[in-house]
């Protein structure tokens, strides 16, 4: 099997390192790696290629992102044709089984005829021991936009969609798919993806248990932090990494049906008004904000 790991990085040179020191433990799996520094100024590059010379490095200019830098790497290997592709959030940190368990997720479902499937990996906290990312299902209120997080169990379980932090995708999805859509920026990429994989007949399923740690992100500073002014909050929630407004309109136009544009105001007046003063769950738009990396 050809498998590559697509990683993006940004100033967080230690953290980076870390993840790259799990990756090259994982058992019995070989792999190519192919790494995004997006402009880092804190010596990610020359550090990842003096203790990993293996990792294939692509250089960004600083504005890519998570979406735009996973996109480079993708397309990257999309050139190559690989068996699968694997996206691996710098701040996730491997168990030593954590690709055995994707692939061996993966094999069952082709062998019951489902080869167009996607596997996701859950993570949880270290500190906590709660769980963090993985897959994501609609809520069933009325509030479409909404998603949260499906609690890995025993079983492989079919999810809706993903959080990319540590996702398996066949060469066959990717086919049909192609890369992340270069409209995102920061968030919403991976949750359109996974949406868009179910609408062109692939499937995304959770694998059993968990596949390694990764820490929730502060929302303090953020647009969802009430210690800020109404004018903080929406200039942060127009930024790359909320809500900004050309992405947004293409995901709930995507994805929240012939209704979308009751969905398309949610995030700004939120913003104005403030979690504190809403009755409506804020689940989806804090774990879109939560899953956003520092890149």
């Known amino acids: 099997m050809n498998i590559v790991v697509l990683i993006t990085s940004h100033n967080r040179c230690k953290i980076t390192l870390a993840c790259l ?6 058992n019995h799996v070989k792999f190519d790696v192919y790494l995004v520094d997006d402009g880092s100024t804190d010596g990610t590059s020359d550090a990842v290629k003096s203790n990993y010379p293996a990792v294939n490095i692509l250089q960004g200019n600083g504005n890519l992102f998570w979406v735009g830098g996973m996109h480079l790497a993708f397309a990257k290997a999309l050139e190559k044709k690989y068996d699968f592709y694997i996206w691996l959030n710098d701040d996730t940190i ?15 479902l082709k062998k019951q005829g489902k080869a167009n499937s996607i596997v996701v990996g859950s993570t949880y906290d270290f500190f906590t021991n709660k769980p963090t990312y993985g897959g994501a299902v609609r809520s069933k209120n009325w509030y479409s936009n909404k998603y949260e997080f499906l609690q890995p169990s025993q079983e492989l379980q079919e999810s809706e969609t993903m959080y990319g932090n540590c996702v398996l995708i066949p060469h066959s999805v990717a086919e049909k798919v192609g890369n992340l859509d270069s409209v995102f920026i920061h968030a919403l990429g991976d949750l359109d993806y996974g949406l868009r994989a179910k ?4 499937s995304v399923w959770v694998a ?5 740690t990764c820490s929730k992100n502060s929302v303090g500073g953020s647009w969802v932090d009430p210690q800020l002014s109404i004018y903080q909050r929406l200039q942060k929630v127009l930024q790359p990494k909320a809500f900004p407004i050309k992405p947004w309109i293409t995901f709930v136009r995507r994805h929240s049906g012939m209704f979308w544009f009751i969905y398309l105001f949610l995030p700004y007046v939120r913003a104005v008004i403030g979690y504190q003063n809403l009755s409506i769950s804020p689940s989806f738009t804090e774990e879109v904000e939560q899953k956003i990396v520092n890149t």
Do not use: R
Not at 21 to 26: F, S, V
Not at 199 to 202: I, N, V
């Open 21 to 26: 020191e799990a990756l090259y433990q994982q």
């Open 94 to 108: 491997l168990e030593l089984n954590a690709f055995n368990k994707l692939l061996t997720s993966y094999n069952y």
């Open 199 to 202: 609408k062109l007949g692939c």
């Open 208 to 212: 059993s248990g968990y596949i390694g």
